[in-house]
């Protein structure tokens, strides 16, 4: 009995010593960022509004790793393959090139994407209805786009034709998007011109091209790279005299024409409930890909003299921000 007794009182003394074997800490979540440009930088403080407005605070009750491709030495391969060494509980990746990349290197950890291109063209879903693997999230192609892209154009000035088309071959999305611009420009009768590049050193001899076919108008495709160039891309286009439309509002805001695309910071803050949809026991493959419908018009009147170009009152009336 006296055994008993002093074996009751020792367990007792133990559990009051060490409370923490009664109760371990709440295990915080460790969220993986991988992108490919450093000018999208900004996706991720949109990233983290959407997380606080969901409760999360960085730091305390949920981690972040952040791996940012270009200018570094490392390839987004590489990237991605380190986050999932880290067992990171969800990788959100920016653009198409990151998703692949994570694809790549994991089919089991969920893969949440912030935008990007047709991700059932690519092969990251079965479809957007049903994702069927382990990869949801937001994209923003829209099977419109280009149409109204190149009708915008068409009303800034009719004579557009031929229209050239900024874009990089090697990029899965690119691809698509070239295939989407050449349906809508043959519907619409208009000749274009293709002007590929593969770095920000074939910037100028593009343009150089795009002068000697005698372009009238441009179209930038969307892509990460060009969005980190995007203020040189700008300022080739005005020097060039060229209407230039973009696929978003960064590139309005460093000397851009127009732009008509997706709200991205919209997007970065989608892409954040998905993630705390899959902490709270959700499956990628359960969860439908969103496709925003909402987009916006934004006109740069700076750029629009600066190449002798007036603003018809038809576009300028649908504008849903105008920089001065």
């Known amino acids: 009995m006296k055994k008993v007794l002093v074996s009751l009182l020792a367990t007792l003394m133990l559990s009051s010593i060490c409370p923490a074997r009664a109760q371990q800490p709440a295990k ?5 960022f991988l992108t490919s440009g450093a000018a999208t930088r900004d996706s991720s403080e949109a990233f983290r509004q959407g997380l606080g407005e969901l409760g999360y605070v960085e730091g305390e009750n949920i ?90 154009l068409k009303e800034l000035t009719p004579k557009i034709s031929p229209v050239a088309v900024l874009w ?12 989407e611009t050449e349906t809508a420009a043959y519907s619409m009768e208009l000749h274009l011109q293709p002007s590929a590049v593969e770095g920000p050193n074939d910037f100028e001899s593009a343009f150089s091209a795009i002068n000697r076919g005698k372009a009238r108008s441009l179209i ?11 203020a040189r891309i700008a300022d080739l286009a005005a020097k060039s005299r060229l209407p230039a439309i973009y696929p978003t509002s960064h590139y309005v805001d460093t000397g851009g024409l127009m732009s008509y695309g997706n709200n991205l910071s919209v997007v970065y803050q989608r892409a954040a409930v998905y993630v705390d949809k899959i902490l709270k ?16 018009l934004v006109i740069n009147l ?16 649908r504008v849903d921000r105008v920089i001065k």
């Open 302 to 317: 700076k750029t629009a003299k600066q190449i002798g170009l007036t603003i018809p009152g038809s576009v300028l009336y």
């Open 220 to 230: 930038v495709l969307g892509s990460p790279m060009f969005a980190s160039h995007r």
């Open 168 to 179: 990089i071959p090697t990029a899965r999305g690119n691809k698509l998007q070239m295939k």
């Open 28 to 32: 915080i979540p460790r969220i993986g």
């Open 63 to 152: 981690l972040i790793e952040y791996r940012y491709a270009e200018g570094g030495s490392q390839p987004l391969s590489e990237l991605a393959e380190e986050l999932v060494r880290l067992k990171v509980d969800v990788i959100v990746t920016i653009a198409t090139e990151p998703s692949l990349a994570a694809q790549r290197a994991t089919r089991t950890i969920p893969i949440v994407m912030g935008g990007g291109g047709d991700p059932v063209g690519v092969g990251l879903v079965a479809s957007l209805a049903r994702p069927g693997g382990n990869i949801t999230g937001v994209t923003t192609t829209s099977v419109d786009l280009s149409a109204k892209r190149l009708e915008l």
């Open 281 to 296: 026991g959700a499956k990628p493959a359960d969860l439908p890909v969103e496709r925003p419908m909402k987009f916006e």
